[in-house]
T-cell receptor, first 111, second 113 residues
Framework: GENVEQHPSTLSVQEGDSAVIKCTYS??????FPWYKQELGKGPQLIID?????GEKKDQRIAVTLNKTAKHFSLHITETQPEDSAVYFC??????????FGKGTRLSVIA | DGGITQSPKYLFRKEGQNVTLSCEQN?????MYWYRQDPGQGLRLIYY???????QKGDIAEGYSVSREKKESFPLTVTSAQKNPTAFYLC????????????FGDGTRLSIL
């Protein structure tokens, strides 16, 4: 089955710097890759997703890149702000199969 | 506003007791999911349902049961057979297929007395 590895597990950046979180997946047939943000005591919220027919997608300060050959995808957050501090999860799925989640990255933005 | 409501927010269980976690959605979504979240473990799938009166086991279904009698409701029962039930439980839904954006509730934290 699919296996998703996420790195790093913790990340600290200065406010205004960029943050990058990387995920690798094992099943080359996977074609849907969402990213979720989870704040303390809350459920995860979708922040951006990408499908395998696209190499990059941007939404304001957030971008996701996908490298199908290497089977990895990354979340990029530019101009980080304190409110970006949270746990971020990547996930992958193919066809109509359940999402498989990475173990999460705790991002801390230091003011 | 449309969304997913989980209740209660906190739940305590005595040894040998079954407890039921509620999940209701008004998004008109066909698919619903239950996940368990432990520190450092990410989200692990317990059960999912893509249509009323049908559901499938996820990766960690042992000790849990579900029902899907109505489109908007997907309750999870944590049975006494689940030996380590202390965790944060999350319910989610998606429009119809699983490779679509999932909307999550704010979770129920279950603890053992």
């Amino acid at each position: 089955g699919e296996n998703v590895e996420q790195h790093p597990s913790t990340l600290s950046v200065q406010e205004g710097d960029s943050a990058v979180i990387k995920c690798t997946y094992s099943d080359s047939a996977s074609n849907y890759f969402p990213w979720y943000k989870q704040e303390l005591g809350k459920g995860p919220q979708l922040i951006i997703d990408i499908r395998s027919n696209v190499g990059e997608k941007k939404d304001q300060r957030i971008a996701v890149t996908l490298n199908k050959t290497a089977k990895h995808f990354s979340l990029h957050i530019t101009e980080t702000q304190p409110e970006d501090s949270a746990v971020y999860f990547c996930a992958a799925s193919k066809g109509n199969t359940p999402l498989v989640f990475g173990k999460g990255t705790r991002l801390s933005v230091i003011a | 506003d449309g969304g997913i409501t989980q209740s209660p927010k906190y739940l305590f269980r005595k040894e040998g007791q079954n407890v039921t976690l509620s999940c209701e959605q008004n998004l008109n979504h066909d698919a619903m999911y239950w996940y368990r979240q432990d520190p450092g473990q990410g989200l692990r799938l317990i059960y999912y349902s893509q249509i009323v009166n049908d559901f499938q086991k996820g990766d960690i279904a042992e000790g849990y049961s579900v029902s899907r009698e109505k489109k908007e409701s997907f309750p999870l029962t944590v049975t006494s057979a689940q030996k380590n039930p202390t965790a944060f439980y999350l319910c989610a839904s998606s429009l119809d297929r699983m490779n679509q954006p999932q909307h999550f509730g704010d979770g129920t934290r279950l603890s053992i007395l």
